[in-house]
């Protein structure tokens, strides 16, 4: 399902999918004014039953089996697709691959900051002094001696004082055969292409009677049925002649009214002209006759012709109405002339067309002024620093002078900003605009996550003789024909991230682009400040920690090439980079690249299959690689670069394991801190270095009980116990959210006296009070990290050395690299081992030697005393001596007796509802179909109710699937729900190599 349809050179019907899921492609015919405007992920507006919804275009095509019946597309939303073919490509196997709807898919590739309606960039009005020269009257085409100078094309040395144009040679695109072409049809076909310059015509209401043009209407049909397209360059030429060169020639004989006549009505005109020149277009030249104007323009940035001439002629036709004793109906005529102005020579032709008109015609005004008129403008009369002259400046308010020396000191800013510096209202800065010294202009805003933080750059370090090997084997990888993936295993401290910034380099090198992925958006800031430093405004940050406007701005720097290198978390995977040479997934064995809601897909296997679509090479680096990745690298699918040395030859820390059962009969009671773990954080103390301590759980406690009854507060939604904490003073359940208040005494039993078992993050920071009282602690968990910069301020405090202990969850397990931290302390470390799940070793030792990894980065030794109650367990043994490769060929011989990935692939079927009769009943008749269809090589488990029964007020039922092909499974899974109809109230979710069984 690649959606591979083959796109003919005009298509008349395009595949849409809807924002609704319904897993189905919609044919609508394009109109013929649209079809060289739509293409594969262009975002649409379509007829759908009464309404109409937005949608991509997926596919293109001459036929369809519905052609009879076929409606049209409503409009284009932008001006070229928001998706890429490649990334497209990609949504099709996600969605193939995931069994999740393609409209799922086609979301998921697209940051809901960008799809939305009313998603734009910011825009904000500025203010700016105007030019003296381009004041009351002279156009905006007369820029000063320089650029005259300077430009071939225009330097005339007239005596007529037109000067030279803005017109700069660099910077115009002539009509090119060799680019696409596009068609806006009304009463005359209007040719556009990206980038070019006009010449335009639009006249009066009255100045072209209505049998005129019928009759040009009539012979247009009979020359297009005659010239049909493509059209070359002769019949251009020819339909240039017959229709507008013609139209011209006779409008400028002046029929009609001629309103535009008169001074005042002229001024509105070219008043509006000048108001967006040098914002929305380039206004190379313009003369405004006494019934039409002709223009020679080039639209800026993403402007369209057709909303440029649509905006002055609206805002004209207002005001020229205000004006006329009889308001005129229309003023301007709905039709223009205009044709792409194709080499340098007819540029010249056209613009000493415009200039010549007012020697013929009496009342034209010209947008070059005289020298005359120039040297009658009190304004340009000399002898004022400030380049205003003496009688219109004295003639100024106090504010308005006011405003015009700040905007002289200061320079270009935005009203907002000018009222502030100004200390004044926007009357008299619109004063000054309409006399003509100050000019608005509405300009974008970037929106920039980074404003404000300034970086020192970096250089290249030398690298060690492991980390030189890695690089070499990632950049011969990079430059084969067919790059493949590249497993990078270094140990933590080894430097990975200067080899992952080197390749960058060498992708940047020639030409290409790159994605940096990274697991946790806590690890962004400091990933993101690394890159930065080497690469600069390069980089662009993708993460759903950002604002919709800067990741829609940030998005927006990527697809226009502003940016080449994106990073982020998961999502920042479907980033529109052009020709991408390199994706680097940081630390790939991370649970969270996994998505937890439809499509479910892995974001570490997704690159690879990018990385295959777009012919780039995919490095995957981590300290401890999943299992599924090392069975690769044996199987001989990915290379292996190996890091086993830390920079510099820095020893890897000791790690001590404490067994806590000791220290209870030691003590006669549970303790939370081990008399080792006390005395390493009181000597770090003593000599100012730093300690981090991680317990992978947040609240203060996690069970409230009666030990009276027995009673324990558990969720009414969940299958789980509600945790204390003691802050908001309230019971939390970790897996809906749901708070209820600590009840003065036991529901059950009425006793007032409960006990708080268990511990969390929140109850060690309370008790590092009372052992450390001096010490500086800050606690990072999803508690308290709630604000967007929250992560960064803490992280910079403590790198700065004004916290002396950093407590939290897993998100500082990895990717922290502090060189004065030499003690990590783990609190409850076989927590996650006790969890029915056949992945709890793996997950556990991967823990462990991150958190590890945190200490001895610097120049000092690290020490890592982990706490735990079954200290013998293989995956905490191997953690202690830092034996990947002995645990995985342990862990991997326990699953192949099992069949349980990597040796199958695993899918998990979740049935959900309010009713758990429901729930069972359907789960049960959805399996005995698909029992039947499932080939003999899947191993079907039955439905039974899954290790967490209940959660969020839904009882929960699991089926789950094993086989060394996951098409095996999805196939018949996909047939099955095709023509099984779950019960109301009943859900199901398909997760494919589904990594939590809970």
Known sequence: M??????????????????????????????????????????????????????????????????????????????????????MKLAYWIADYYCAPIEQAVRTVLPSAVRKRGAKHKKQLFVQLADAKNVDGA????????????????????????????????????????????????????????????????????????????????????????????????????????????FQNWLDQGMGSCALAGPELKRVVEDALRHFEGDRYKL????????????????????????????????????????????????????????IVRS?????????????????VDGASSSVPDERSALADPLFAQGESNGAGSSVYEKLTAKQKLVFQTLETHGSMTISELKDRAGCSESPIRTLEKNGLVTISEETIQRDPHAGMELLRTKPFDLMVEQQTALN??????????????????????????????????????????????????????????????????????????????????WHRIRNGDAKIAIGARSALFAPVENVGLIVVDEEHEATYKQDESPRYNARDVAVM?????????????????????????????????????????????????????????DGRPQIFSRELVEGIYDRLNVGEQTILFLNRRGFSSSLQCEKCGYVAECPECSVSMTYHKRAHKLLCHICGLDAKVPARCPECKDPEFKYSGMGTEKIEEVLGKICPNARVARMDSDTMRNKDSYRTVLDKFRTGKLDILLGTQMIAKGLDFPNVTLVGVLHADMSLHVPDFRAGERTFQLLTQVAGRAGRGEKAGEVIVQAYTPHHPAIQAARSLDYEGFCTQDLEFRKELLYPPFSHLVLLTFKGESEIDVMTASDHFFQRLEKILPESVSAVPPMPAPLARAKGHWRYQIMLRCEHTVKMTRPIRFVQSTFRLPKGISLSVDVDALSLL
């Open 610 to 666: 990018r990385g295959h679509l777009e012919g780039c090479c995919v490095v995957l680096g981590s300290a401890t690689p999943a299992l599924e990745s090392f069975a690769n690298v044996k199987n001989g699918r990915y290379k292996l670069a190996e890091m086993l040395m830390r920079v510099d030859d820095r020893s890897m820390p000791l790690m001590r394991v404490v067994d806590m059962c000791v220290e209870k009969e030691r």
């Open 139 to 246: 156009s905006s085409s007369v820029p000063d001696e320089r650029s005259a100078l300077a430009d071939p094309l225009f330097a005339q040395g007239e005596s007529n004082g037109a000067g030279s144009s803005v017109y700069d040679e660099d910077r115009i695109n002539y009509f090119d055969i060799t680019e696409p072409i596009g068609n806006e049809q009304g009463n005359l076909p209007h040719w556009r292409q990206e980038g070019a310059t006009y010449f335009i015509t639009f006249r009066l209401g009255d100045s072209l009677p209505q049998v005129k043009l019928n009759q040009w209407k009539a012979e247009l049909a009979v020359w297009l049925k005659e010239h049909p397209e493509p059209h070359n360059e002769a019949t251009r030429r020819e339909y240039y002649e017959l229709f507008p060169q013609r």
């Open 473 to 554: 084997t990632i950049c011969e990888a990079m430059d084969q024909e067919q790059p493949g993936t590249v497993l990078l295993h270094g140990v933590t401290g080894s430097g990975k991230t200067e080899v992952y910034l080197q390749a960058l380099q060498h992708a940047l090198d020639k030409g290409q682009g790159a994605i940096v992925l990274v697991p946790e958006i806590a690890l962004t800031p400091q990933t993101v400040d690394r890159f930065r430093s080497r690469f600069g405004d390069c980089v662009a940050v993708l993460h759903s920690n950002l604002s919709d406007g800067e990741r829609h701005d940030e």
């Open 284 to 339: 190379r030249e313009f003369i405004v006759m006494p019934n039409h104007v002709h223009l020679l323009l080039s639209p800026l940035g993403e402007h369209k012709v057709s909303e440029i001439l649509h905006s002055i002629k609206s805002y004209t036709a207002n005001e020229i109405n205000k004006a006329l004793p009889v308001k005129m109906d229309p003023v301007w005529q709905h039709e223009s002339f205009d044709h």
């Open 2 to 87: 690649f959606g591979n349809y083959i796109v003919p050179l005009m298509a008349s019907i395009a595949k849409v999918v809807v924002e609704i899921s319904l897993d189905r492609e919609f044919d609508y015919r394009i109109p013929v004014h649209m079809q060289s405007s739509i293409k594969v992920g262009s975002q649409v507006t379509v007829p759908f039953h009464s309404r109409e919804l937005r949608g991509f275009v997926v596919g293109l095509a001459n036929f369809s089996a519905f052609a009879d019946k076929l409606k049209e597309i409503k409009g284009v939303v932008g001006d070229k697709p928001l998706i890429p073919d490649e990334i």
């Open 344 to 360: 340098p020579e007819q540029a010249d032709r056209i613009r000493q067309y415009i200039r010549d008109n007012p020697k013929h």
